[in-house]
């Protein structure tokens, strides 16, 4: 395994972090009263798509490429957290984003009483457990720290990635919505610290284990297939969407960003890019 050196954190960061229920800084869990003006059409010549940071930035700035030379104009706005993207799309800053699943969508809706809708599936990145000291999982010792995201769908998928590498046991009716108080066996003791997904990477070297997305692992040096100690399989559930407001749903433009989209050109890029480490899901 290779060898990361990575940013130094001071134990402060470690402190209170647990069961935070957000996934971005400083977000309070309110609902913003304001939204896009209903009832307007996208425009045909121009779409403005948020994603997030590393390999949705590079995968939409081929689409982006390819849309150009059909007289289609994609303006990208890049967000390096989960929280905003959302935000800038109910509020009509954005047409469309690419980065989340349907767990953390639905649940993101219903806390903010959000109008967003999903209109295709765009890529799957397995989640990785990695470590800057261990090889594989089996290493890990009695009472050994665990970092996992903090919000609830990431930190589900989370729990049950560590139950997959056999590390624990979770109440079988917790399902996507799994906690740490969810867990049933622990047989390592191990401990579990919720931390901001994007600032995982950082502060791997003060934990003997992490799961991280695989988009922030990638924006930190990482080859999930080659240096996480344990992977999601290949053909898990949790695959990323293409999302807009639930008005645009049927715009025709909409439609023609699937199509580039889910293109062979795009799958090509993927495959060749990625290795692996990213999956198409058309």
Same mark, same amino acid.
């Given at each position: 395994?290779?060898?990361?050196?990575?940013?130094?954190?001071?134990?402060?960061?470690?402190?209170?972090?647990?069961?935070?229920?957000?996934?971005?800084?400083?977000?309070?869990?309110?609902?913003?009263?304001?939204? $896009?003006? @209903?009832?307007?059409?996208?425009?045909?010549?121009?779409?403005?798509?948020?994603?997030?940071?590393?390999?949705?930035?590079?995968?939409?700035?081929?689409?982006?490429?390819?849309? !150009?030379?059909?007289?289609?104009?994609?303006?990208?706005?890049?967000?390096?957290?989960?929280?905003?993207?959302?935000?800038?799309?109910?509020?009509?800053?954005?047409?469309?984003?690419?980065?989340?699943?349907?767990?953390?969508?639905?649940?993101?809706?219903?806390?903010?009483?959000?109008?967003?809708?999903?209109?295709?599936? !765009?890529?799957?990145?397995?989640?990785?457990?990695?470590?800057? @000291?261990?090889?594989?999982?089996?290493?890990?010792?009695? *009472?050994?720290?665990?970092?996992?995201?903090?919000?609830?769908?990431?930190?589900?998928?989370?729990?049950?990635?560590?139950?997959?590498? *056999?590390?624990?046991?979770?109440?079988?009716? $917790?399902?996507?919505?799994?906690?740490?108080?969810?867990?049933?066996?622990? &047989?390592?003791?191990? @401990?579990?610290?919720?931390?901001?997904?994007?600032?995982? &990477?950082?502060?791997?070297?003060?934990?003997?284990?992490?799961?991280?997305?695989?988009?922030?692992?990638?924006?930190?040096?990482?080859?999930?297939?080659?240096?996480?100690?344990?992977?999601? !399989?290949?053909?898990? &559930?949790?695959?990323?969407?293409?999302?807009?407001?639930?008005?645009?749903?049927?715009?025709?433009?909409?439609?023609?960003?699937?199509?580039?989209?889910?293109?062979?050109?795009?799958?090509?890029?993927?495959? @060749?890019?990625?290795? *692996?480490?990213?999956?198409?899901?058309?």
């Amino acid at each position: 395994m290779k060898k990361f050196l990575l940013s130094t954190v001071t134990a402060l960061s470690l402190i209170g972090l647990a069961a935070c229920g957000t996934s971005g800084e400083g977000d309070t869990g309110e609902t913003d009263a304001g939204g $896009a003006e @209903e009832g307007t059409a996208l425009s045909e010549e121009k779409l403005v798509v948020g994603v997030t940071a590393g390999p949705h930035e590079q995968i939409l700035e081929k689409v982006q490429e390819l849309a !150009a030379e059909q007289g289609l104009e994609i303006e990208l706005s890049v967000f390096t957290e989960y929280v905003m993207p959302n935000v800038a799309l109910d509020e009509g800053n954005l047409d469309l984003n690419v980065f989340q699943h349907k767990p953390y969508l639905e649940d993101f809706k219903e806390d903010r009483n959000l109008d967003l809708t999903d209109v295709a599936t !765009a890529v799957n990145f397995p989640m990785g457990i990695y470590s800057t @000291e261990l090889a594989d999982v089996s290493e890990l010792q009695e *009472g050994d720290t665990l970092g996992l995201p903090n919000d609830p769908t990431n930190g589900a998928r989370s729990l049950m990635l560590f139950e997959a590498a *056999g590390l624990i046991k979770l109440d079988p009716e $917790a399902g996507s919505s799994a906690m740490v108080s969810d867990i049933i066996e622990n &047989p390592k003791n191990l @401990e579990f610290i919720e931390l901001e997904a994007s600032q995982i &990477p950082r502060q791997l070297d003060e934990l003997a284990a992490a799961a991280i997305n695989t988009n922030f692992a990638i924006e930190h040096g990482y080859v999930p297939t080659e240096d996480s100690i344990f992977i999601e !399989a290949s053909d898990s &559930p949790w695959v990323n969407l293409i999302v807009t407001r639930t008005e645009n749903k049927d715009d025709p433009v909409v439609q023609k960003f699937i199509e580039i989209y889910q293109s062979d050109e795009v799958k090509q890029f993927i495959e @060749e890019e990625f290795a *692996g480490s990213v999956v198409a899901s058309w």
